[in-house]
């Protein structure tokens, strides 16, 4: 998991879901090893049943902020750059009914943070602090016009914010915000880390490096996880290393570029053959990859693979997609048959191997959806 809080909240009057809802999404959540995925399906298969149904519209259940809490908090916790992307997308119509709901405002800026928009992070992590409420008051109690000054029950959006404010230069009011926190949860693990992490100088990306479980975060620090690497992947996409993108952007020259939707991609062309490179992932995080390596690897395309054999002929190559985890896919497109076949690498993997080298493309030809 990447972020701090580990519940949903029942919201006020005209709700969507049911207790037995909420109960069966519950069961999905077992700790560190809930099944995020299957509460996702769940939501789905809801917000289509009740529309089929007629129980509520598709913008209802857009705009509804309870399902869009257990959206965010589902999607979030997959902890991977196109789950925070897409929780940021489903969790936005829902923000016209987030007054005074801190774990909204709490979900929405960890997303915002992942997705390398701490700016705008920053703003609604603040905003997590002052439009903190309990939930267990009915809005149409309160009143369109009526405020109610609520002592804040909910602490993690003192966490958010002590983060992106010592990223931003607030030393004094990122501990700040830790003592406030631990007032709501004394001694909590990842409030005491954070107030250690900000006196040894730790940068943002190396803050959001942990696990919430202390025993999980010591095996990740220990380098003993499993999944360090995924995390390490997942915190590249916070901070944009500006030098190093820009001198990335300018080895491939890309035209018709098209940043962070949820990927970057361009038309480049080597050897009078124009074809989209595609980096599934944000610009962030792309400038976190090695430059020797892209540079090693658009020369070995432009020797060996713009052009391939295939059944009909020859295919040409129209998209090279460059992944995180430095594995790369190869699209060609065979206009004989108009079709499109693709190769890929392992992790790590290189396309100067001779198993790269001599692979024949498969029979089966790739969905064309997958282009895009």
């Known amino acids: 998991m990447s972020s701090a ?31 995020f995925g299957k509460m996702i399906d769940y939501l789905d298969n809801f917000i289509e049943q009740g529309v089929k149904e007629g129980r509520f ?17 589902a999607y979030n916790n997959l902890d991977i750059y196109p789950a925070y992307y897409r929780s940021l997308e489903i969790m936005k119509p829902a923000e016209k009914n987030a007054k005074g709901c801190g774990a909204w405002y709490y979900r929405y800026s960890i997303a ?28 149409a109690v309160i009143g369109e016009k009526k405020k109610i000054t609520k002592k804040p029950t909910y602490p993690w959006g003192w966490l958010q914010a002590a983060k992106l404010r010592y990223h931003f230069g607030s030393t004094e009011g990122a501990l700040q915000a830790i003592e406030e926190g631990l007032k709501l949860v004394p001694e909590d693990y990842e409030f005491l880390t954070l107030r250690r992490e900000i006196g040894l100088g730790y940068t943002l990306e190396q803050l959001e490096y942990h696990w919430i479980g202390p025993e999980q975060d010591k095996k990740l620090q220990a380098g003993l996880d499993k999944d360090a690497d995924e995390k390490q992947r997942s915190i590249a996409g916070i901070i944009k290393n500006e030098e190093q993108f820009n001198k990335i952007k300018m080895l491939f020259a890309p035209q018709d570029w098209e940043a962070d939707s949820p990927f970057c991609h361009g038309l480049i062309e080597l050897n009078n053959i124009k074809f ?3 980096f599934r992932m944000n610009e962030a995080a792309m400038s976190k990859l090695n430059f020797d390596w892209l540079a090693a690897q658009k020369d070995i395309i432009a020797m060996h693979y713009l052009q391939r054999p295939c059944g009909s002929g020859i295919c040409q190559l129209v998209l090279v997609v460059f992944n995180l985890d430095y594995s790369i896919t190869l699209v060609y497109y065979d206009p004989a048959k108009d079709r499109h076949y693709e190769i890929s690498t392992p992790k790590e ?14 029979d089966e030809e790739i969905d064309n959806n997958s282009l895009n």
């Not at 519209?57 to 908090?73: I, R």
């Not at 700016?119 to 903190?132: L, N, S, V």
Request: charged residues 30%; glycine residues 6%.
């Open 57 to 73: 519209t598709e913008q209802q259940a857009a705009e509804d902020l309870e399902l869009a809490l257990w959206y965010g908090f």
């Open 276 to 278: 989209r490179v595609m």
């Open 112 to 139: 915002l943070t992942y997705c390398g928009k701490p700016a705008e992070a920053m703003e609604y992590a603040e905003k997590a602090i002052t439009e903190e409420m309990t939930f267990d008051i009915p809005i």
């Open 349 to 362: 993997g290189a396309l100067d191997s001779p198993v790269m080298l001599n692979m024949e493309f498969p």
């Open 5 to 35: 809080d580990t519940k949903a909240h029942k919201t006020g009057p005209a709700r969507l879901l049911t207790d037995k809802d909420v109960s069966a999404l519950e069961a999905f959540d077992e700790g560190y090893e809930a099944y």
